[in-house]
């Protein structure tokens, strides 16, 4: 998204060019070179709202469970030389787009897991054999 708004620039200077330049010579140069250059960002623009989505799947720390609207759990998966890994995490949205996040609980060799809520506490358990894994305080 970030790149989208930088690549938005040249429309920006084109439009400066359009109304705050007053030579003549200098006014059709610009005009001409920033709308070729803004032509070009306009393509770019296009094509990357059209896959976003694509954009910001990320496979290699993929959403598992959510509960609670705030408590997520990722499994982790750095590729073929590794193993899945599982992150729980706190996510606290201030503003949109933007998200503080507290880890809770990490472990390494683990491809699923189900959490348990209990009065102030979150008891981990392996999915596949029912062991707890973990009390976390929340």
């Given at each position: 998204?970030?790149?989208?708004?930088?690549?938005?620039?040249?429309?920006?200077?084109?439009?400066?060019?359009?109304?705050?330049?007053?030579?003549?010579?200098?006014?059709?140069?610009?005009?001409?070179?920033?709308?070729?250059?803004?032509?070009?960002?306009?393509?770019?623009?296009?094509?990357?709202?059209?896959?976003?989505?694509?954009?910001?799947?990320?496979k290699?720390?993929?959403?598992?469970?959510?509960?609670?609207?705030?408590?997520?759990?990722?499994?982790?998966?750095?590729?073929?030389?590794?193993?899945?890994?599982?992150?729980?995490?706190?996510?606290?949205?201030?503003?949109?787009?933007?998200?503080?996040?507290?880890?809770?609980?990490?472990?390494?060799?683990?491809?699923?897991?189900?959490?348990?809520?209990?009065?102030d506490?979150?008891?981990?358990?392996?999915?596949?054999?029912?062991?707890?894994?973990?009390?976390?305080?929340?």
């Open positions: 998204v970030f790149g989208i708004f930088v690549s938005m620039i040249p429309f920006a200077v084109l439009f400066y060019s359009i109304f705050c330049i007053n030579k003549g010579i200098y006014k059709v140069l610009s005009i001409i070179v920033l709308s070729l250059i803004s032509l070009v960002s306009g393509i770019y623009i296009f094509f990357a709202l059209i896959f976003l989505p694509d954009l910001n799947s990320d290699s720390h993929e959403k598992i469970h959510q509960y609670n609207n705030d408590i997520v759990v990722y499994r982790s998966d750095g590729g073929a030389t590794t193993d899945f890994g599982i992150d729980i995490v706190k996510e606290k949205k201030l503003i949109p787009g933007v998200v503080i996040i507290k880890g809770l609980y990490s472990t390494y060799h683990q491809y699923d897991v189900r959490c348990v809520f209990k009065a506490s979150m008891i981990v358990y392996d999915s596949r054999c029912n062991d707890e894994l973990a009390r976390i305080k929340l």
